[in-house]
């Protein structure tokens, strides 16, 4: 379980820190957010969702149709895609605004086990005046570009919401005959989208929300990508770490199967 607290002098000044050496930390999650900066890339990769939260829909980019797994993340931890969401390259560090202000304030998983005493080998928080490093200086830089981004994702988000292009997507796994459905995930109605007036049509051409629902359009063909990091995995393990041991493929019904 994760426990993030803020980054200070007082807690910090006297520790460094080490960059995650392999994506372990992110095994188990199907799911990761993402921002409309990144969705060419990520589309590349693997499926771009929404999933509702809070009476509004979030952007994540799907790593495994099976909740509890992540297919790009090897057995011994290594990325086994060409790109990570930018959510998982920044950990263990997030902004987080505090008290309804609109000061971002780092804060770091103290359960990430990268936190060392300063007689260890690391990079430091703090530089000799009491200023953030180098190092984490550039770190919040790189927070608050996405946060700044993520302003940008939510107006198109809410812009493909409000034109009615966003509806639930009946994704199933199958495992040796028996079916579960994928509960959550939604896409873009690509008929409904063709369907839209010349004035909604712009409206979310200006809000980017155009690239978004491209984006998430033609990521759904990474679906097949499962496939073969299924098969990499297996290569990779001595023996397999996912049940069941079949290769599974999506057919045109949306059925992920799992025969074996």
Known sequence: MAKFVAVSREAHAQKVWRRFANYQFVAKDALAPIVL???VHLGSWMPIVFIAEAGRYGLMAMMSPMPGHNLFVGPDGEWLGGYAPSSLRSYPFRLVRR???EEMTLYIDEDSGVIRDADEAGEPFFAADGKPSQSVSTIMEGLGQIEANRVATDLATASLAA???IEPWPLEVQVNGKKAPTKGLHRINESALNQLDDETFLKLRRTSALRLAYAQIMSVGQMARFAQLMRLRQQLAQTPKITP????????SGLVQFDN
């Open 99 to 101: 008290g309804g202000s």
């Open 37 to 39: 900066a990144e969705v």
């Open 163 to 165: 034109a009615g292009v």
């Open 245 to 252: 041991e079949g290769i599974f493929g999506m057919g045109s």
